[in-house]
């Protein structure tokens, strides 16, 4: 119940392209559900995150679609450039304290 | 600056030895965690502290420990009984607020046992 599916496991679009990465969860009494962004030798850094009483969140290219019927979410990159190149996380949690559940990750590249 | 360093970056073990991982915020953080990453598996919890003097097992916390003496402080150990050691550890803090469940995610200390 506490895990969190993504794909695909890898991703290669062309600059400008749009990338779509998906998740989908079982547990219904998770509320928060981040994105999360790593480079190569770094640690994953907040990309954008979304509650489940709204259906879609943009931050500047980056949009989280959320279908809480289907308890699904999608990361949208749109205008793709070379340094979005990256592994991208979901994740889900409960309340404040609670631990948070990672998917498996999605490692994108993007061509000139 | 605020945030969160772990030492060392690179770190070698021989089998048998125990190692111990540093991890330490300025952020003013309640919560702290510590993960493991191997190529595949995405980031998997070891351990997690929500208050000083008080933590909790993760979904792979077998042959690893940890201690929360002080709220800027979550050092982890890697035991000789974790047979399995080499990863990259990441070390992470957030403020366990309801309203923003971010997590503050550290540079890394990859582990390679010879």
């Known amino acids: 119940q506490q895990q969190v599916k993504q794909s695909p496991q890898s991703l290669i679009v062309q600059k400008g392209g749009i990338p779509i990465i998906n998740c989908a969860y079982e547990?219904?009494?998770?509320?928060?559900f981040p994105w999360y962004q790593q480079f190569p030798g770094k640690g994953p850094a907040l990309l954008i995150a979304i509650r489940p009483d709204v259906s879609e969140k943009k931050e500047g290219r980056f949009t989280i679609s959320f279908n809480k019927s289907a308890k699904q979410f999608s990361l949208h990159i749109m205008d793709s450039q070379p340094g979005d190149s990256a592994t991208y996380f979901c994740?889900?949690?409960?309340?404040?304290?609670?631990?948070?559940?990672f998917g498996t990750g999605t490692k994108l590249q993007v061509i000139p | 600056d605020g945030g969160i360093t772990q030492s060392p970056k690179y770190l070698f073990r021989k089998e048998g030895q125990n190692v111990t991982l540093s991890c330490e915020q300025n952020l003013n953080h309640d919560a702290m965690y510590w993960y493991r990453q191997d190529p595949g598996q995405g980031l998997r919890l070891i351990y997690y502290?929500?208050?000083?003097?008080?933590?909790q097992k993760g979904d792979i916390a077998e042959g690893y420990s940890v201690s929360r003496e002080k709220k800027e402080s979550f050092p982890l150990t890697v035991t000789s009984a974790q047979k399995n050691p080499t990863a990259f550890y990441l070390c992470a803090s957030s403020k366990g607020d309801r309203a923003n469940n971010e997590q503050f995610f550290g540079p890394g200390t990859r582990l390679t046992v010879l």
């Open positions: 547990n219904t009494a998770f509320d928060y």
């Open positions: 502290s929500q208050i000083v003097n008080d933590f």
């Open positions: 994740a889900a949690s409960i309340g404040g304290y609670q631990k948070v559940t």
